[in-house]
């Protein structure tokens, strides 16, 4: 069997989940009444490495995010988030782990009543910390995301572009150890995506965080796996041609199964019809 | 045949309405409980009770004043009969404090919060607001739910002493300046018809009241489906049964109240 076979997926292959290992699928399955949604999905995340997730729409690739940090139970199977084992935790239990996870929600999900600052500042403000730190950390944030002058807006009238930069900066204020990124590109123009894709990538390059991004764009996937963040630039730069980024993969779900888990060479080399026609 | 379909939906429906009840239990149960566990939010407790209480003042102080004097003008009309008009005071607030002035509160109330509730939390829940508040490691349960529950049950309390004042008061009105009765004699009435199981009984209820609406409008908000025609419908479901329950739990808290404090 060579290693492009490899990448193929039997139903049953299951991985060893590590307990250093920020997220890893065992058997998972899902059903929606009589639709079966996810079959048998397994995968293990290693640390300090993005995941994209490919697929058609309605294939459950945002299910398979809320699964990751347990809004959502799968019917059987198990899910190991930071070593720890979720599907069975009750609620209470899964809050500190959730506070370990960023989500980059499709909508973005801010809450429209509240302030950017506020926005940004959630997780802070929940744990007491003083305002000036609160503050610092939002504006620190939110020049991550080259945001700053929208610190006292309020949701409604920020452009959408804006709005998922604002969900970005709520995701990675308290650095989390995992982000779950859903379609953080869907629904915008080609320049707004170039600065959403940078971040992610600023994000992955610069705290090395592990991270699961779903997205429907292709143009988008590949501009992660072919670029780097330059931190002196500012800005993303071009990988020598025909490399990839080592610690970014592909996902791919079709049918209710993960049919493609591998590097982009893999993935590329893929003789799958359904691959194929996906990349073409 | 039809009769075998016939059954069987009733048999989804009585399933589907005990699961409803079933999971009710464990909501309200589940919002009691984080009274006893941190973190606790004081600060969005006292938002609520503003919004709750103080926004309320108006709508309760008019029913409460309007009902008084709508029982005072009734009655002092039928007692005028027997020439019982000196009574016209005990009437009124025997009236108010017992029944009128927290069931009608809690209506009042519930029609403006309630479904204030359902509409809010129901748009949090179709806008992903409400996951996205778990994924940030925080309970909604404990967030949104709890410090509601707290803040009306306070409030609804506190509200129907108003509501008592301002019917009695009312009444006074209507007593002195249309039925042409003695104010001194109306209140002196009023006040000695009033016994301790009638301030237990009237603010017993209030306090049940308030429970029952903030839960009904926070389950229908966190349960709601259907984007945001769902919102909709939950709201006008949060007050028709929040409306119905309070009448319902009223007839059994009088009677409880009858078997705990029989009539002399």
Redesign the interface.
């Known amino acids: 069997m060579n290693g492009l076979a490899e990448t193929i997926l039997e139903p049953q292959a299951q991985p060893n989940c590590e307990p250093e290992s920020p997220l890893c699928f065992r058997n998972v399955c899902l059903r929606f009444g009589p639709r079966v949604l996810l079959d048998r999905i397994s995968f293990s995340l290693g640390k300090g490495e993005t995941r994209i997730l490919l697929g058609l729409a309605g294939m459950g690739k945002s299910v398979l995010l809320k699964l990751a940090n347990g809004l959502m139970k799968p019917d059987s199977g198990e899910i190991f988030l930071f070593g720890q084992e979720i599907t069975s935790m009750r609620e209470q239990e899964l809050l500190p782990l959730r506070r370990r996870t960023g989500m980059v929600f499709q909508e973005s999900a801010l809450f429209d009543s509240l302030t950017v600052r506020d926005n940004v500042a959630w997780q802070l403000m929940e744990r007491k910390m003083t305002e000036a730190v609160i503050d610092r950390r939002v504006h620190q944030a939110l020049t991550f995301v080259d945001l700053d002058q929208a610190f006292a807006q309020y949701p409604p009238s920020l452009s959408g572009g804006m709005r998922r930069r604002v969900s970005i900066a709520r995701a990675i204020i308290d650095k989390p150890d995992l982000i779950l990124y859903d379609s953080p590109t869907g629904g915008l123009d080609p320049v707004t995506s170039h600065t959403i894709n940078e971040l992610v990538v600023k994000e992955r390059d610069v705290y090395k965080t592990a991270s699961i991004l779903v997205t429907h764009r292709l143009q988008d996937a590949f501009t992660m796996v072919t670029h780097r963040f330059d931190p002196e630039a500012n800005a993303l730069v071009p990988l020598p041609h025909g490399t990839f980024d080592p610690n970014t993969r592909f996902m791919v779900l079709h049918e209710s199964h993960l049919l493609f888990d591998g590097t982009t060479e893999d993935l590329l080399r893929s003789q799958d019809p359904f691959l194929q026609e996906l990349l073409a | 045949m039809p009769s075998v379909l016939f059954t069987e939906n009733i048999d989804k429906a009585v399933r589907r309405w005990l699961m409803t009840v079933q999971d009710y239990a464990i909501f309200c149960a589940a919002s009691l409980a984080n009274l006893f566990?941190t973190?606790r939010y004081w600060a969005d407790t006292l938002i609520q009770a503003d919004l709750i209480g103080v926004g309320s003042i108006p709508i309760v102080v008019l029913t409460g004043f309007f009902t008084g004097g709508v029982l005072a003008l009734q009655s002092a009309a039928s007692l005028a009969q027997f020439g019982a008009q000196t009574y016209t005071g005990r009437f009124v607030s025997l009236s108010m404090f017992r029944e009128l002035a927290p069931v009608l509160t809690g209506l009042m109330v519930s029609g403006r919060n309630a479904s204030g509730m359902a509409s809010e939390l129901g748009s949090?829940v179709v806008?992903?607001?409400m996951?996205?508040?778990?994924?940030?490691?925080?309970?909604p349960m404990k967030k949104l739910v709890t410090p509601r529950v707290i803040a009306t049950v306070m409030a609804l309390f506190l509200l129907t002493i108003i509501a008592d004042t301002l019917g009695t008061i009312g009444g006074s009105v209507v007593a002195v300046f249309i039925s042409h009765l003695n104010g001194a004699q109306y209140f002196s009435s009023a006040y000695q018809a009033l016994a301790y199981t009638d301030i237990v009984q009237g603010l017993t209820k209030p306090v049940v009241f308030g429970f029952i609406l903030a839960t009904v409008g926070c389950y229908k908000g966190m349960r709601t489906t259907g984007g945001t025609q769902g919102v909709g419908r939950a709201t006008t479901q949060a007050v028709v049964i929040a409306s119905v329950l309070i009448i319902f739990s009223d007839f059994l808290i009088s009677r409880v109240m009858l078997w705990i404090f029989p009539p002399l």
């Open positions: 566990r973190p949090m806008t992903e607001q996951d996205a508040m778990r994924a940030l490691g925080t309970d």
